[in-house]
């Protein structure tokens, strides 16, 4: 069975829906009746910073508390997506963080990471005020993609901006209806 970890890297205040996740929910909306879907906002989560060891100690302990259950439910997923607005050209923090964490996760004894998170599909709908500004930042999840040996889908592109402006790209909300038909 088909799981996807939509990952939302909004910063938003609680309680509004940006651009990024109203086209992610609607694309999702398309996904079999079957498929188990997980949705995280990352900003509401207590990562901590990421410590490179890797020429101090060089390996990693098993995360904890909100690392340890983002690593279980990010290799209990067949396909994770990234809900990422883009921020200043590039990846907004709350993403990037946990993306750090890759690197620790890579080296905990025993884990497995990078075999385990090979063939995972990696996705990655976004929003921004010009498509071809987004695109060192689709390249960016293309190359984390291609390190783990992830399989990276087209990105899902919609025109952001002021809330509900992604409602006005009708080009984006077609593709959405129909982006995950290869899942």
């Not at 390996?59 to 904890?64: C, E, I, N, S, V």
Request: charged content about 20%; aromatic content about 10%.
């Amino acid at each position: 069975m088909s799981h996807f970890l939509f990952l939302n890297a909004s910063t938003r205040e609680p309680g509004h829906i940006g651009n990024t996740e109203t086209l992610a929910r609607r694309a999702a909306a398309g996904l079999p009746a079957d498929t188990k879907q997980t949705w995280i906002k990352l900003a509401d989560l207590e990562l901590p910073p990421f410590v490179d060891l890797r020429h101090t100690a060089g390996t990693y302990p098993m995360p904890m508390a909100d690392a340890k259950a983002m690593l279980d439910v990010t290799l209990a997923a067949t396909d994770l997506v990234f809900v990422s607005p883009v921020y200043w050209f590039s990846i907004p923090s709350p993403l990037k963080t946990y993306l750090d964490h890759w690197s620790a996760w890579l080296r905990v004894p025993g884990l497995d990471f990078k075999e385990r998170m090979a063939g995972k599909r990696l996705w990655v709908i976004a929003t921004s005020g010009n498509r071809e500004k987004a695109q060192p930042m689709l390249d960016s999840y293309r190359l984390c993609a291609e390190f783990l040996a992830m399989p990276f889908m087209p990105p899902l592109w919609g025109k952001g901006g002021a809330p509900d402006a992604v409602l006005s790209d009708t080009t984006a909300l077609a593709a959405a209806d129909t982006f995950f038909q290869a899942a």
